[in-house]
């Protein structure tokens, strides 16, 4: 048992917040604006810690414990990928099940929350973001099949870990393909445009931020904190996939992973500054063509 | 399997006390209540030894003319179906007293007590046979008894109408059972399973034997595109036999594909192939039609359909383990669908009895009308989100668990090298049908518990009585100690899934990693709740020292939001079904001032009704020559002897024989 994983895992916790920012500092700076500091996620956060809430009468119990149950979810699944390039905290054979669940999960939650509120923005955010969800969930179960077929394991630890390597040589098609739809997917999950735009200033176009209208303070902190996370984590797919870090030495695994994410981070607001968000209709499509990337990587194995 | 006789004739003996005490209701339905519950924890405890041990536990009865033996018995597979039978169906016989108390003036509940504990026992005898005699007797006694109960509200003319679907179908499918066995046991030297167990059928009669089976147990489970007498036969049973119809009497389908596969020994590949594309087309097409519903209890129905879906996935992928001899897959595919069965019983009974209150406390079963019961029906509304998150496979409660093996079995398949490899590809549709039943239960919980009221309907509800929160508690308790400790689950049932599969018991580094896993899911479960509770702790601590204001939701700087402005059920599922509407099978009428939306159910209102509709008005015309009338029908007979006297004399051959 070495320290590794807990290290690898403590440093992204800590770098997550920065991701978000670093994005938004990229996009500012390509469309000709200062933009906000990196590290605004993180003022955000402490600010957000200090303060009160105000709750809506209609809400109930689950409004208050939706937070929690995403946060919690999030990290326990953030312990389910190797984030040193070797081993997770723990794993076992189907996790890569449990990590699609515990952040199913984390949705659910926030989903009802959206809904108890009783306002119609929030029940038209809940009900985007269920559509958006269940279109990604098949793109992303077909990416991780590919990484099944390539590496032959079936847990989280094995796929990401020295086996993926040694397959690049090989099947370096697939590899891409899956790639490049995990990416597609850390746009949808993230709320990242294509799909949304965190930036947008009408309820009426939003997806993920009119499911958060109501929830203040600490509660709100949870959430903008544990989406982080879930952003790192998607960038850690990504990164895991396209460059395998199995074969390093752990203490080089970790700053490239650090790093991968921040370029990771940069090419999301590069895309956010190349374009614009797709009509509500087309994002089925985008995600379809998600699926159908992962497809024909799954398909080339198959042949 | 005394004792499983002994409580059955309890839960008969519970059935006939509801009926006889019929003047003194309320201690009629108590002493059915308890022998019911007796008689289910008597019969179960041998099931549970058997499970435990292993050993078959069975009982040969002198031979009845003209049937031969009759054997009842225990082994692995016929207990895990008797426990999942009565564990659900006891909780159920109990609501079904609260539940019904109401009605006792109205309509004759006796009789419905009476009847489910026929029914009870009927699927007890099902599952339990090991003859065809017993079996077809009791699955023609669990036909009938459901086709009463589905028929309790005979007033309404829709009930009628899902009744006698139900009845045309059940039939079809005992029908096809009949023809299967008895093409089977033509070379066997008794009726017992064990005789047809020991004649190998030809390849051609092995074929016909699988095919009758799909056809009469697919129409039994709810199989697409034979569900169609479904949605209609449980929505409109009283909610506690729903939950019974929808959570254990299908499963006897299900039972009976697996029994017959353990008997034949080996399955071709066409078989597994056809499972796993009927369990993917049930799969997605169940929850998605699901989606389109707007009554509560029809909804759930389709989630039936759904989850049958996901049992014929891992059944299928089971099938094909066998056919291309891959002991690992086989067995992870079989685990996944006898777990996934009973998991679904208990969740889906939940749901079902949630609705029930729901229907009991509001008077209506349309989801637009709803909104709002959470605070009002606090309990309720506890039980019927734990069933929800079950429904849905998330962590840490029981659906997971099973959904989880059958991913396995799916992922598995992928490192055959052989055409089962391609089977990988379903896991992708499993996850689809995942995204689609977050998005319909978010729905249901949301639309039907959360915000505020849409009418006056749930205004003044509140929760039902002990009698009908106990068991949905327990039920709700189940599902989160099956998800906590899923050794409890997996561990008998890869010891069924090994007795079909034929496979002897082998070490395989896979199934290893199985037995490993199991106690790692238990820790993410506890540690994902650790987290929670500490986040919690953490939240109220600094929440004590902040100001916490309540006030308005926040309109967006509109006028105050009422219960009407809220989305509604059929908002919620728009953009999903969107431009598919017509798959999804939704109606729709408006004009400039109005949007009505209806949901069909596209086989039985798009295919059967149009082709039935049309049999009828052309033996309508048929009709014009049967008249009546008597000097017709001597000229038809002139006329029939004319056109033979002619035909015969144009015949050269016919004319020389003649001669």
Redesign the interface.
């Known amino acids: 048992m070495t320290a590794s994983p807990y290290v690898s895992l403590l440093a992204v916790l800590l770098v997550a917040p920065a991701l978000p920012g670093i994005a938004t500092r990229t996009k500012s700076l390509l469309t000709g604006r200062r933009g906000a500091p990196v590290l605004q996620l993180y003022f955000d956060l402490a600010k957000l810690a200090r303060k009160g809430v105000v709750y809506s009468r209609t809400t109930t119990l689950v409004f208050r414990i939706a937070p929690v149950v995403l946060a919690a979810a999030v990290l326990v699944a953030a312990f389910l990928l190797p984030l040193d390039g070797r081993a997770p905290i723990f794993g076992f054979t189907g996790d890569l099940v449990a990590f699609a669940g515990l952040l199913a999960l984390g949705r659910f939650a926030l989903v009802l929350a959206g809904l108890d509120t009783g306002s119609s923005f929030e029940g038209m955010g809940a009900s985007r973001e269920v559509t958006v969800a269940s279109f990604a969930e098949p793109a992303l179960l077909l990416s991780l099949t590919v990484l099944v077929l390539v590496t032959g394991s079936l847990s989280l630890g094995g796929m990401l870990g020295a086996p993926l390597a040694g397959a690049w040589p090989v099947q370096a098609p697939s590899m891409v393909l899956a790639g490049a739809s995990l990416f597609m997917l850390l746009l949808a999950e993230n709320a990242r445009v294509p799909i949304d735009d965190p930036a947008t200033h009408l309820e009426l176009t939003m997806i993920h931020e009119v499911i958060i209208l109501d929830h203040s303070g600490p509660d709100l902190g949870l959430i903008l904190y544990a989406g982080a996370v879930k952003f790192a984590l998607f960038g850690t797919l990504v990164v895991s996939v396209l460059i395998p870090r199995g074969r390093f030495d752990p203490w080089i695994a970790v700053p490239m992973l650090l790093g991968g994410l921040v370029v990771v981070a940069v090419l999301v607001g590069v895309v956010e500054a190349a374009m614009a968000r797709l009509r509500m209709d087309r994002i089925p499509q985008f995600l379809v063509a998600a699926a159908a990337l992962a497809g024909f990587g799954v398909i080339l194995l198959l042949r | 399997m005394i004792l499983v006789g002994a409580g059955l004739a309890l839960i008969l003996a519970g059935g006939l006390s509801a009926v006889l005490l019929r003047r003194t209701p309320a201690i009629g339905e108590r002493v059915f209540a308890t022998l019911v519950a007796g008689g289910g924890i008597m019969a179960a405890l041998p099931a549970i030894a058997t499970l435990v041990d292993g050993r078959s536990r069975m009982v040969r009865l002198a031979p009845m003319a003209p049937g031969g033996a009759w054997v009842f018995g225990l082994d692995r597979l016929s207990a895990w179906f008797l426990v999942t039978v009565l564990a659900t169906g006891t909780a159920i016989a109990i609501y079904g007293t609260d539940y019904l108390a109401p009605e006792r003036h109205q309509r004759p509940t006796w009789a419905a007590h009476g009847l489910l504990a026929l029914l009870l026992v009927a699927i007890s005898g099902v599952v339990t046979s090991q003859a065809v005699v017993p079996f077809l007797a009791a699955w023609e006694v669990m036909a009938v008894s459901a086709y009463l109960l589905v028929m309790f509200e005979s007033e309404r003319a829709e009930v009628r109408r899902a009744g006698l679907i139900y009845l045309v179908l059940t039939h079809a499918s005992t029908i096809a059972l009949l023809a299967m066995f008895a093409g089977w046991s033509r070379g066997a030297a008794e009726l017992t399973f064990r005789a047809l167990a020991d004649t190998a059928p030809a390849q051609g009669s092995s074929t016909v034997i699988l095919a009758l089976a799909l056809l009469g147990f697919g129409i039994k489970a709810g199989v697409v595109p034979a569900h169609f007498w479904l949605p209609g036969a449980h929505a409109a049973a009283p909610s506690h036999i729903s939950a019974l119809l929808s959570g254990v009497m299908l499963k006897t389908g299900i039972y009976g594909l697996l029994r017959v596969m353990s008997l034949l020994g080996v399955v071709p590949a066409w078989w597994g192939w056809t499972l796993l594309g009927l369990g993917l087309a049930s799969g997605v097409l169940g929850v998605f039609w699901a989606l389109a519903q707007h009554d509560l209890k029809r909804l759930l129905a389709y989630h039936s359909v759904e989850n049958i879906g996901i049992i014929l996935l891992g059944m299928g992928v089971g099938a094909l383990g066998i056919a291309y001899h891959q002991p690992v897959v086989a067995v992870l595919g079989l685990t996944g669908a006898v777990l996934h069965t009973l998991n679904h019983a208990l969740f889906k009974s939940l749901l079902f009895l949630g609705a029930g209150a729901v229907v009991r406390a509001t008077g209506t079963r349309t989801i637009d009308q709803l ?2 019961l ?2 009002r029906m606090p309990l309720t509304a506890t039980a019927f ?1 734990l069933g929800s ?1 079950a429904i ?4 840490p409660l029981n659906g ?1 668990v099973s ?3 059958v ?2 079995a799916l ?2 398949s ?2 055959a090298d052989s055409g089962l ?2 089977a ?2 379903a ?6 049908i ?3 039943a ?2 319909c ?3 249901v ?3 039907v518990f ?3 009221p849409r009418s006056a309907a749930g205004v003044g509800a509140t929760d039902p009585g002990p009698a009908s929160i106990g068991p949905m508690l327990a039920l709700a308790a189940a599902c989160l100690g099956l998800g906590l400790f899923p050794a409890l689950g997996v561990g008998p049932a890869v010891e069924i899934a090994r007795s079909i599969a034929g496979a002897a018991p082998f070490r395989d580094p ?1 199934l290893a ?2 037995d ?2 199991l106690p ?2 238990a ?2 479960a506890l ?3 650790g ?2 509770v500490l ?2 702790l953490a ?1 109220g601590y ?2 004590a020292r ?11 700087a509109g006028g105050p ?1 009422t ?1 009407r ?3 509604t059920a059929s ?6 079904l ?2 598919a509407r017509s798959v999804a099978g939704i109606r729709v009428r408006t004009s400039p001032t109005s949007f009505h939306s209806h949901p069909i159910d596209l086989v039985l209102d798009g295919v059967v009704s149009p082709v039935w509709e049309r049999i009828g008005r052309l033996a309508h015309e048929v009709r014009l020559l049967q008249a009546g009338r008597l000097r017709w029908y001597l000229l038809y007979v002139i006329l029939t002897v004319l056109a033979l006297l002619v035909y015969l004399g144009r015949t050269p051959a016919m004319a020389a024989g003649a001669r």
């Open positions: 909104g709002g959470g605070p989100l998150v849905v496979g998330l962590p997971f959904e989880w093996v991913f396995q992922f598995r992928g490192a490899r391609v990988i590809v896991a992708a549709g499993l996850g689809l995942g995204g689609l977050l998005a239960f978010t729905k919980d949301g639309v959360l915000g505020r896979a990693a199985l490993a896993a790692r899911i820790f993410l540690a994902l709740i987290f929670g986040l919690w939240r600094r929440l902040s100001p916490v204001a309540t006030s308005v939701t926040w309109a967006c939001l219960g402005m809220q989305y908002s919620y599922a728009a953009p999903l969107g431009s």
